[in-house]
């Protein structure tokens, strides 16, 4: 059968082919995922000071993690900064992304400087926002005073306030999630809006029954993304508060990072990565799972 | 929209960070759109919403240029003025000459990882792209699969495997490796997943018979990706070196865990390095160093925004 031997000298061809032209980005697997990901597994039932060599322990990093109260102290500052960032940041920037999408004048000059600041390299935002900070100096408490607030709050000094002050913070680089809702929004069928104003609905109804079950997908999308990055926050904290006051803004990630390289406990970092993945995961799997119920898609 | 689960939010080791990739996109793609029918509230109130909004977002910019124009004394002046007297345009170039700091050097050093990283990302990004979208061999959906999961990995998950592995890399070639610049953009050569992702996109939309009659004419695969595919794909790689730009410039923890030496900083790790050396911190100085991390994102910013929008639609591309 000349054609099917003709067919499989092809097929192995495109295999040959296929593989040369993939190859850059196997090897980059290879080395920069999968091995690190098995090697990071395995450091993590092991005692591995940085300067020697791993040895096997079993469990007992994990076991010591268990019994280790900074350790829940920063599982329990994330899940707090997660709780109050992740869905008000999801409110505000969907109700911008909304407002901008309406029909008025100057829509480009707004887009444009609400997405500036999310452009703003973290280094330099957190810079920013400790001059805004400042409790004497800052323009947030010069803002509060002028407006009859006696004593304003110490903000990242001040045990109770430094956790409010990173949260707020982190509204000012909404633009990003607002402009991923707006390319959403913008993919809504017209029909549908007609049809609802022909029934009678009013603007707010139509946000609720034509708009959000329309743009869920988006929604989910920001979501997931969401909880990946609020778990992971760590370069704004570690400039701004180093963990302070009293551990109040200590995160999980800065809890990973001193372990490994200021503690030099690469083991015990690798059992704290493990932990924050199966808690990724698990999140993940939560919000996949209950989408079935509130996502969506076109066509279906 | 290309709805995928990314991770790596703050920094990753020569990619950018994802949300901020997907938005450029989807804000090119938002800027062209104009079909969408949009609510009507009430006029009035939208505008004073979002003058509000856009007003909290624009205020702390013109903050920090203020205070950078300040005198140390007119910085920490109470009441404090928004407007400085007089203006202090040498802290700039104070800033710049500071013997603690070394702003110049930082910025060659953030341009010289830029380089190697953005060329790596988009020249091997789009290499593999290419097989992944014109070359249909076994295992590729399979391939594609692992790669788009593997976007969900933690940074943190693999930062100090990572690490211990460059450490080997250098006990292997006889020269170190951490506290050079190898482990910033080395891992870029090989292939980003979201830029790969992109691309791919990007390929399959330009038609087979192209590359079809160059194969006729004896073109080999290599040539029609280098004299067909690449040329046709120049907004798409654009919009990846532009990604692959912003998240070395922004990259805090890569240069954080690999560098050690102030000589070899990166803009972000020493500006972080001159706040923290400097205890009672002379804010306008700060102000000054910020505005310059800053500036180049935001022309690049302008610039390349209408590059963007004209390369996504007239190529009818969609992020």
Known sequence: MPSLSRARSVESKNLLKGLAFVSPWIIGFVAFTAVPVALSLYYSFC????????????????????????????????????????????VIALGVAILLNTKIRGQFIYR???FLPSLVPAVASAMLWLWLFN??????????RAVGVDNPPGWLSDITWAMPALVLMSFWGIGNTVIIYLAGLQDVPRELYEAAELDGANSFRQVWHVTLP???????FNLVMA???????????????????????????????DSAFRDLKMGYASALAWVQLLIVLILTAIAAWTSKHWVHYQGK | MSTIPTSKPETTIGTPPLQEGVAL???????????????????PLVHLVLIVICTGAIVPFLWMLATSLKTLEDAMAFPPTFIPRPFQWNNYSDVLTNPKANFLLWTRNTVIIATLAVIGTTLSS??????FAKIKFRGRGVMFAIMLA????????????????????????????????????LPAWFGSAFNIFLLRQFFITIPDELSEAARIDGCSEAGIFFRIILPLAKPALSVVALFAFMGIWNDFLGPLIYLQRPEQFTLALGLQNFQSQHGGTPWHQLMAASVLVVLPVLILFFVAQRTFIEGIATTGMKG
Do not use: C, H
């Open chain 1, 47 to 90: 005692d591995y000071p940085m300067l020697q060599k791993p040895t096997f322990i079993g469990l007992a990093n994990y076991r010591e993690l268990w019994n280790d109260p900074i350790f829940w102290q920063v599982l329990r500052n994330t899940f707090i900064y997660a709780a109050l960032a992740l869905p008000l940041g999801m």
């Open chain 1, 112 to 114: 444009t400087i609400i």
């Open chain 1, 135 to 144: 409790a004497k100096l800052g323009l947030i408490n010069v803002a509060l």
């Open chain 1, 214 to 220: 329309s743009i869920s997908p988006v929604i989910f």
């Open chain 1, 227 to 257: 909880i990946i990055g609020t778990l992971q926050v760590f370069g704004t904290p570690y400039i701004m508060t180093g963990g302070g006051p009293a551990r109040s803004t200590y995160f999980y990630t800065m809890y990973l990072y």
């Open chain 2, 25 to 43: 996109t989807a804000y090119a793609a938002s800027a062209k759109s104009k079909r969408g029918r949009r609510l009507v509230f009430g006029r």
């Open chain 2, 126 to 131: 789009a290499v593999v792209a290419y097989g």
């Open chain 2, 150 to 185: 593997t976007m969900m990995v933690p940074f943190p998950v693999t930062m100090v495997s990572i690490f211990s592995l460059f450490k080997w890399f250098g006990d292997v070639t006889g020269e170190p490796w951490l506290g050079t610049f190898k482990p910033l953009w």
